[in-house]
């Protein structure tokens, strides 16, 4: 059974920075484009980040960029979202999914396998 679990998710101040991991299980991680997304309340779900199985390639939705970093540790079976500079409108549940296919990239929600039960992330002013 492949379980996605996010964690690291809370309240912070603007400005601030949070990590978020999540952690793969019953699945062969290291084979998997990784993605986050999130939503927010009233809103569609959006494409954060991705980072490719192979080589490691990062892909950043415009408004990330500089301040969102997502990398992944095979051996842990993790992708982690460090996330600086949050700003109130970064507040949203995030989510992780895996993606199996490479003819898409980055990732698009719609596609992915599976997903996470997603972490709630609220910055406040």
């Known amino acids: 059974q492949v379980q996605l679990v996010e964690s690291g998710g809370g309240l912070v101040q603007a400005g601030g920075s949070l990590r978020l991991s999540c952690a793969a299980s019953g699945l062969t991680f290291s084979r998997y484009n990784m993605g986050w997304f999130r939503q927010a309340p009233g809103k569609e779900r959006e494409f954060v980040a991705a980072i490719r199985w192979i080589g490691g390639s990062t892909y950043y939705a415009d408004s990330m960029k500089g301040r969102f970093t997502i990398s992944r540790d095979n051996a842990q079976n993790t992708v982690y979202l460090q996330m600086n500079s949050l700003k109130l409108e970064d507040t949203a549940v995030y989510y992780c999914?895996?993606?199996?296919?490479?003819?898409?990239?980055?990732?698009?929600?719609?596609?992915?396998?599976?997903w996470g039960q997603g972490t709630q992330v609220t910055v406040s002013s």
């Open positions: 999914a895996a993606d199996w296919r490479d003819d898409t990239w980055p990732p698009v929600a719609a596609q992915c396998d599976y």
